[in-house]
């Protein structure tokens, strides 16, 4: 009887702007590397904005024996500017990178030289071979710029085809949305791993803000629900725990192969989770 394939569970940060927060963010990924996930990914901002608080973000975690992975958009940015940084990325030893297309800074009309993501994961297979491993992102509710359902499936095919080695959901809270995702992309001959992004609820109005920009669904009842506890933080998080901890096993249970947790920086709901979890 061959062993069960362990489970791929990552955690992902976004770079601190100040000393308080690499601090924070220290203590952090110190308490998250506890629980030996895969790898922690690291953010870059629009137009790379924050791509030296990345790196720097990245290297730490690697110096003390994790593996780390910086994202890298293109989005705004011409040919050499991702060369650059693809070349900054090899020259630190880095093999595992998250492909995005970004979002484009406010106050800039043009999009750059890469329209999609699947445009930038073709060319760092084109300029640097097999040197990386690349995840890139999924949308089981759509991405907001999607017309259809058939386009999203088309979309993500030319990421994969275009040499992409895994991928990372965006968060949601319906795992109907996601097992049926899943279905359409098999149906479509799209074999990599497809791990669920997974975001802990500790603040309402935050969640709801970030909800609203990325087209992820906020359930109805879970809505009325959250609402319903006004300023409770408490309450919120006991609630949250339950509904995230619930969509976790479930998705684990139905073959998911791993959980993409997106912390904000703050590690104790999502250990909580995995803890609830007993993994």
Same mark, same amino acid.
């Given at each position: ?5 362990? *489970? ?26 506890? =629980?030996?996930?895969?790898?922690? @990914?690291?953010?870059? $901002?629009?137009?790379? @904005?924050?791509?030296?608080?990345? =790196?720097?973000?990245? *290297?730490? /975690? ?41 979002? =484009?800074?406010?106050? +800039?009309?043009?999009? $750059?030289?890469?329209? #999609?993501?699947?445009? %930038? ?7 640097? $071979? ?22 999203? +499936? ?26 049926? #995702? ?14 669920? $992004? ?6 309402? @109005? ?29 309450? /919120?998080?006991? #609630?949250? =725990? ?8 479930? *998705? ?18 999502? @250990?909580? /989770?995995?803890?609830? %979890?007993?993994?």
């Amino acid at each position: 009887m061959s062993a069960a394939p362990a *489970l791929d569970f990552s955690f992902e940060f976004f770079p601190p702007r100040t000393p308080q927060g690499r601090e924070k963010l220290r203590a952090t990924w110190q308490q998250l590397a506890q =629980l030996k996930p895969r790898f922690f @990914s690291v953010t870059f $901002g629009a137009g790379g @904005s924050t791509r030296e608080g990345t =790196l720097d973000t990245v *290297l730490e /975690i690697r110096a003390a024996g994790h593996e780390a992975a910086p994202h890298i958009s293109c989005v705004a940015s011409t040919r050499a500017d991702v060369a650059a940084q693809l070349e900054l990325y090899r020259k630190h030893g880095i093999r595992h990178i998250v492909a995005l297309r970004g979002d =484009l800074p406010s106050g +800039i009309a043009a999009s $750059g030289e890469f329209r #999609f993501a699947s445009e %930038l994961v073709a060319y760092i297979r084109k300029t640097t $071979g097999d040197w990386f491993q690349i995840e890139v992102a999924c949308y089981p509710e759509y991405h907001p710029q999607t017309r259809n359902a058939a386009d999203e +499936i088309r979309n993500f095919k030319q990421k994969v085809d275009a040499g992409a080695n895994g991928a990372i959901t965006q968060y949601f809270y319906n795992p109907d949305a996601y097992f049926k #995702f899943v279905d359409d992309c098999r149906a479509a001959d799209i074999a990599l791993p497809i791990v669920p $992004g997974v975001m802990p609820i500790g603040n309402f @109005s935050q969640l709801a803000r970030f909800s609203d920009a990325c087209g992820a669904e906020i359930p109805r009842w879970m809505r009325v629900k959250l609402e319903s506890y006004r300023d409770d933080s408490a309450s /919120i998080r006991a #609630f949250g =725990l339950d509904v995230v901890t619930e969509l976790c096993d479930r *998705l684990l249970t139905g073959g998911a192969p791993g959980l993409h947790f997106y912390t904000l920086n703050q590690a104790g709901l999502t @250990s909580t /989770i995995r803890q609830r %979890l007993g993994l």
